[in-house]
């Protein structure tokens, strides 16, 4: 299972746009990187997932390069709600289940 | 569509009590892996049910257990209560396998006395 890592806390001002890195290096060729948003005393919510190059929906985006050993998740535009902590995930897609492995999380704080 | 909801919100128990923790998911979800949110060890993987069978365990003692009923519906237990499962205990959904998008529960939180 791929282990991920990613900074511990990271501060920015409104408006700012926010990117948030997350190291994979044994990520296997069956993994998919998933990007969670967790508020305190809530459950995580779904926010972006790829397998390579770029995605992007109505809440961010997200870069993995060729090699596939990081991503990086971009919030275009903070604000004070998205002070949160983010999770990057690595698992494995496949009708025989799989688990997913929460890393230490990254806590944003963003200021007015 | 109603989202997964976890019962009870808040539980409190004295040390060698046993526990039973419920989970409704998305209607149609068949996948429901439960999580154990702590400060200090962060969200670890208990174990995830799919059509009534265990397909994956983490690294917990024998004392948590799971089962999932044929709608779907899963209830986690945890025996012999200790002062560290003090935690959220967190509950996701997912149509097919634990690789797709996890819908989570807003968890129960469990307070060992």
């Known amino acids: 299972l791929a282990k991920t890592t990613q900074p511990i806390s990271m501060d920015s001002y409104e408006g700012q746009e926010v990117n948030i890195t997350c190291s994979h290096n044994n990520i296997a060729t069956n993994d998919y990187i998933t990007w969670y948003q967790q508020f305190p005393s809530q459950g995580p919510r779904f926010i972006i997932q790829?397998?390579?190059t770029k995605v992007t929906n109505e809440v961010a985006s997200l870069f993995i390069p060729a090699d596939r050993k990081s991503s990086t998740l971009s919030l275009p535009r903070v604000s004070l709600s998205d002070t949160a902590v983010y999770y990057c995930l690595v698992g494995e897609r496949n009708n025989q289940g799989g688990k997913l492995i929460f890393g230490q999380g990254t806590e944003l704080s963003v200021k007015p | 569509k109603a989202g997964v909801t976890q019962t009870p919100r808040y539980l409190i128990k004295t040390r060698g009590q046993q526990v039973t923790l419920s989970c409704s998911p998305i209607s149609g979800h068949r996948s429901v892996s439960w999580y154990q949110q702590t400060p200090g060890q962060g969200l670890q993987f208990l174990f995830e049910y799919f059509s009534e069978t265990q397909r994956n365990k983490g690294n917990f003692p024998g004392r948590f257990s799971g089962r999932q009923f044929s709608n779907s519906r899963s209830e986690m237990n945890v025996s012999t209560l200790e002062l560290g499962d003090s935690a959220l205990y967190l509950c996701?959904?997912?149509?097919?396998?634990?690789?797709?998008?996890?819908?989570f529960g807003s968890g129960t939180q469990l307070s060992v006395l």
């Open positions: 790829g397998y390579k």
């Open positions: 996701a959904s997912s149509f097919g396998s634990s690789g797709e998008k996890l819908f």
